[in-house]
Antibody
């Protein structure tokens, strides 16, 4: 069974840093692009970042560009999100999700989502 | 960035009746080379992560009941639940994955009347 488990969330002061992790199982991890999507309390979904299966291509929302870094360790079936210079508006539930199919591109829907990890940025 | 809008914001439908949600993109998400619309629909129930319902605008995800269908092309799309069941109460989001950032619509809340 395909499974994604996020961890690393917590409470941090504005300007601080956090590193989120996502442990994947049940599929050939390095064949799939992976995403981070967040949801502020009571709000809708916001796409955050995307990384190709081999890790060679990364993409970011403008709201996090220059502050967040997505990465993956295919030997550990793990996805990461390094979040620096955190702002109160980064407070959200952060989901990792996998692309619905493999392929040469990254432009695919997201078919499996984790339960999320909560990040709270507050002084 | 491609801006996604949805209508209505919310709707209440009687059990067994049809529910229709509309989604519009600020530019076409139809890729002419493969004639595919890069548009997905997700269902999110309270306290749960989103669940993929439809991708490529009209392809039903495995395990999704056939009362769910997607249609549309270019910039205008529709998610239809042909006979609403109690378990369909949720917020539904459309998303374009034609280009980054992969933007979501604001969501449509579906309830039972």
């Amino acid at each position: 069974e395909v499974h994604l488990v996020e961890s690393g969330g917590g409470v941090v002061q504005p300007g601080g840093s956090l590193r989120l992790s996502c442990a994947a199982s049940g599929f050939t991890f390095d064949a799939y692009a992976m995403h981070w999507v967040r949801q502020a309390p009571g709000k809708g979904l916001e796409w955050v970042s995307l990384i190709s299966g081999d890790g060679g291509k990364t993409y970011y929302a403008d709201s996090v560009k220059g502050r967040f870094t997505i990465s993956r360790d295919n030997s550990k079936n793990s996805l990461y999100l390094q979040m620096n210079s955190l702002r109160t508006e980064d407070t959200a539930l952060y989901y990792c999700a996998k692309a619905v199919t493999t392929g040469p591109w990254v432009y695919y829907a997201l078919d499996v989502w984790g339960q999320g990890t909560t990040v709270t940025v507050s002084s | 960035d491609i801006v996604m809008t949805q209508s209505p914001d919310s709707l209440a439908v009687s059990l067994g009746e049809r529910a229709t949600i509309n989604c519009k993109s600020s530019q076409s998400v139809l890729y002419s080379s493969n004639n595919k619309n890069y548009l997905a629909w997700y269902q999110q129930k309270p306290g749960q992560p989103p669940k993929l319902v439809i991708y490529w605008a009209s392809t039903r995800e495995s395990g999704v009941p056939d009362r769910f269908s997607g249609s549309g092309s270019g910039t205008d799309f529709t998610l239809t639940i042909s006979s609403l069941q109690a378990e369909d109460v949720a917020v539904y989001y459309c998303q374009q994955y034609y280009t980054t950032p992969f933007t979501f619509g604001p969501g449509t809340k579906v309830d039972i009347k």
